[in-house]
C-alpha cells in the first residue's frame, strides 16, 4: 500500500507561482511513477503532468506545458509540481497519484494511488 500526501497549495494572484509536493510512503519510491492532476468544481479529474521512475522522462498537458515542472527527488521519497504564470483556470484541487510501474501516462484509471488533494485557488 502506497500513502500519498499532498502539500503547498494556496491563494495566489494570477501571473504568481505555487510548488506543491507529494510525500511517498509504504514502497521504494523509485519504484513509483508519479502524477499530477486537477478537478475543478463539476470538472472531470484532468491530467497535468507525469514523471517516470528515475525522473529523466517527463509529459504534460498542453494547457500547462512551459509553465508547470514536474520533478522528484528519490533520496526523499518526493514529487515536486512548480506552478509559474498561474492563470484563474488553473484553480482547482490539485492530486498527487502513484502506480507502481517505470512510466506512466494521462489516463487517471492508469494510477493505483491517489492523495486527497491539496488546493490551489488564482485570483485574477
Known amino acids: 500500500q502506497v500513502h500519498l500526501v499532498e502539500s503547498g497549495g494556496g491563494l495566489v494572484q494570477a501571473g504568481g507561482s505555487l510548488r506543491l509536493s507529494c510525500v511517498a510512503s509504504?514502497?521504494?519510491?523509485?519504484?513509483?511513477?508519479m502524477g499530477w492532476f486537477r478537478q475543478a468544481p463539476g470538472k472531470e479529474r484532468e491530467f497535468v503532468a507525469a514523471?517516470?521512475?528515475?525522473?529523466?522522462?517527463?509529459w504534460y498537458a498542453d494547457t500547462v506545458k512551459g509553465r508547470f515542472t514536474i520533478s522528484r527527488d528519490n533520496a526523499k521519497n518526493t514529487s515536486y509540481l512548480q506552478m509559474n504564470s498561474l492563470k484563474p483556470e488553473d484553480t482547482a484541487l490539485y492530486y498527487c497519484?502513484?502506480?507502481?510501474?517505470?512510466?506512466?501516462?494521462?489516463?487517471?484509471?492508469?494510477?493505483?494511488?491517489w492523495g486527497q488533494g491539496t488546493q490551489v485557488t488564482v485570483s485574477s
Open positions: 509504504g514502497r521504494t519510491f523509485s519504484s513509483l511513477a
Open positions: 514523471i517516470n521512475w528515475s525522473g529523466g522522462s517527463t
Open positions: 497519484a502513484a502506480v507502481v510501474s517505470y512510466y506512466s501516462g494521462w489516463a487517471p484509471a492508469e494510477y493505483d494511488y
